[in-house]
Structures are given as structure tokens and as C-alpha cells.
């Protein structure tokens, strides 16, 4: 059984940066792909990153490139979302989720991905 669980989420200003991570527990985080989702309450979930097994394959949705990178750390099996400047349009809820291999990492699939984490919120406003 895969559980998903995500920390670093807050409240930050404009421009600001936050951190976030993933704990894969189960089987071993190395056989997933894995990404990030964001939900925003009434509106459709947006792929925002995703990563290949061995992180050799990245991929982000327009709106957060240049902005935010994926890395994942399998030997301890997390996954991490560093976010830079930031802006009041990045406020959601953010999911860690992840995909058996074979799996594919393409940002516009990640959503229809297997396991999801609880979601972490993170809210930009000044």
C-alpha cells in the first residue's frame, strides 16, 4: 500500500519561496513516477510537475516553469518542489502523487495518476 504524505506548505508574500515534499512509504519510491498537483477550490486540478523513476525526465506546466523544480531523493524516498518567486495565482492546495512504472511523465497526464497524498496548502498574498 502506497501512502503519500507532504509537508512544507504556509503562507508567503509575493516573490517568496517555499519548499515542498513528498514521503513515499510502501514500495519503494524508485518503481513511481511521481508529481505535483494543485487544486484550487471550484476549478479543475493543474498538473504542475512531474519526474521520470530515476528523475532523468522532468516535466512542468507553462504556468510554473522557470519558476518551480522537481527533484526527488530515492534513496529516501522523497520527492521535493522547490518554489520561487511566487505569486497570488500559485495559492492551492498542492498534491503529491505518484504512478507505477511504466508510467508516464508528461505534466498533462500526471493528474490521471494512481496515488494521491492529502494535500498541503500554500497561499501567496501579501
Known amino acids: 500500500q502506497v501512502q503519500l504524505v507532504e509537508s512544507g506548505g504556509g503562507s508567503v508574500q509575493p516573490g517568496g519561496s517555499l519548499r515542498l515534499s513528498c514521503v513515499h512509504s510502501?514500495?519503494?519510491?524508485?518503481?513511481?513516477?511521481m508529481g505535483w498537483v494543485r487544486r484550487v477550490p471550484g476549478k479543475e486540478h493543474e498538473g504542475v510537475a512531474v519526474?521520470?523513476?530515476?528523475?532523468?525526465?522532468?516535466s512542468y506546466s507553462a504556468s510554473v516553469k522557470e519558476r518551480f523544480t522537481i527533484s526527488r531523493d530515492n534513496a529516501n524516498n522523497t520527492l521535493y518542489l522547490q518554489m520561487d518567486s511566487l505569486k497570488p495565482e500559485d495559492t492551492a492546495m498542492y498534491y503529491c502523487v505518484a504512478d507505477r512504472a511504466p508510467c508516464i511523465p508528461r505534466v498533462s497526464v500526471v493528474g490521471n495518476y494512481n496515488h494521491w497524498g492529502q494535500g498541503t496548502q500554500v497561499t501567496v498574498s501579501s
Open positions: 519526474i521520470s523513476t530515476t528523475g532523468a525526465v522532468r
Open positions: 510502501g514500495n519503494p519510491a524508485s518503481e513511481y513516477c
